[in-house]
């Protein structure tokens, strides 16, 4: 096992509360418990690709437990399909030279979905990586939780909370559309703790006559007001056989022009899907007679000082990652199990999700207090 004396740090991908908690950990503990180098680079993928990066110690590592994003800053680039001077090139070959230019003996990526994808393609060049799961969403598989996920969870039920009474004051449906991509941990955890009356989410197809019948028995009891909480990836009974149909296309596919047609057809369908929560407005509306507003929470999820729950987690996350690299660990994601930790191969990490299982107690939950999922 070759000794570790300097390591590398990036953060890819959506920016999220408890970043630089993560940053901090790992690059504390391999300083203090080590006496490595540590290096972090610019931007993700890109800063090094084009080897931007700046050194941490002890002093540049203080004070930034607290502080939301990322001190190195983040970026959607992707190793093999990057943009150099308005062309696109695959910088693998490069990545892999400039990780050994720095003479760094392991890369710790911080990410979601994607950055994992990325990360298993520097695997392949030979660069030793370990990763830590990080998106608000927490739809990345084999752990509990991932990096800010509790903080934007906290942001958007403290959202619904502050909805119900505009909607109480005025008897409308307030439609509070939340972050999740094609997870519903975030809507519906949200929903359930904001007390959301219906919560749709990509994992439960909606009828909106169902939702609709819905806010209209509550205004039948008395009720004259009603909160929905979708998720942006939420999409009705007939849209997701639509996406469903285009999805079994595409991987039926086998020539590169019914590949294309494929895409062509999934990316007319999400265009479509713009603007969704707005026309469930309209349709509630037409349904339920009742004026219905919408509040898009947006990016104001992403954003703020990290949770006390995300902290932890980012702490007790960074810190095992540069004990894990000094057991010999390589080519696996740092994953939180109970109050400890695992290791999960980034192989079986990469290119799967984290959905919301129809079993799952938060489902259960939630229609055992009487919130309509839509179905």
């Not at 931007?43 to 939301?68: C, P, Q, S």
């Not at 949770?307 to 932890?312: F, G, H, V």
Request: one cysteine or more; hydrophobic letters at 40%.
């Amino acid at each position: 096992m070759k000794t570790i004396k300097r390591i590398g740090i990036l953060t890819a991908g959506g920016d999220s509360p408890g970043l630089n908690a993560a940053i901090r950990a790992v690059g504390k503990t391999a300083i203090r418990d080590f006496g490595w180098d540590v290096i972090g680079f610019r931007d993700g993928y890109l800063g090094l690709a084009e080897n931007r990066f700046v050194t941490f110690d002890k002093a540049t590592l203080a004070g930034i437990l607290t502080i939301g994003g990322t001190v190195l800053g983040t970026s959607r680039d992707k190793p093999h399909r990057m943009m150099i001077k308005g062309k696109e090139c695959d910088m693998t070959d490069v990545i892999a030279a400039n990780y050994r230019k720095n003479k760094l003996d392991a890369l710790v990526c911080i990410g979601g979905g994607g950055t994992h994808k990325n990360a298993l393609r520097l695997i392949e060049k030979g660069l030793r990586v370990v990763t830590l799961p990080k998106t608000i969403d927490n739809d990345v598989p084999f752990t509990d939780s991932t990096i800010g996920f509790d903080t934007a969870l906290g942001i958007a039920a403290e959202a619904i909370d502050r909805l119900h009474s505009t909607a109480h004051s005025h008897h409308r449906i307030i439609i509070a559309e939340v972050m999740g991509h094609n997870a519903g941990w975030l809507a519906l955890g949200a929903g359930i703790a904001g007390g959301a009356d219906a919560i749709l989410i990509p994992e439960i197809p909606y009828d909106v006559r169902k939702v609709a019948a819905a806010i209209r028995l509550r205004s039948e009891r008395g009720n004259n007001f009603s909160i929905v909480a979708v998720a942006e990836g939420a999409k009705s009974v007939s849209d997701s056989a639509l996406f469903d149909a285009a999805l079994k296309k595409k991987k039926a596919a086998k020539t590169k022009e019914q590949k294309d047609v494929a895409k062509q057809e999934l990316a007319a369908l999400e265009s479509k899907h713009v603007g969704n929560t707005m026309r469930l407005a309209k349709e509630l509306e037409q349904l339920t007679k009742l004026e219905a507003r919408v509040s898009i929470l947006g990016y104001v999820q992403r954003g703020g000082t990290p949770s006390c729950a995300d902290r932890l987690l980012a702490t007790r996350l960074g810190s095992a990652c540069a004990h894990l690299l000094a057991q010999g660990a390589e080519s696996v994601m740092v994953a939180a199990r109970g109050d400890g930790y695992t290791t999960v191969p980034i192989e079986k990490v990469a290119g799967t999700l984290k959905l919301v299982p129809s079993n799952h107690t938060w489902i259960a939950s939630a229609r055992g207090v009487g919130t309509c999922l839509g179905d």
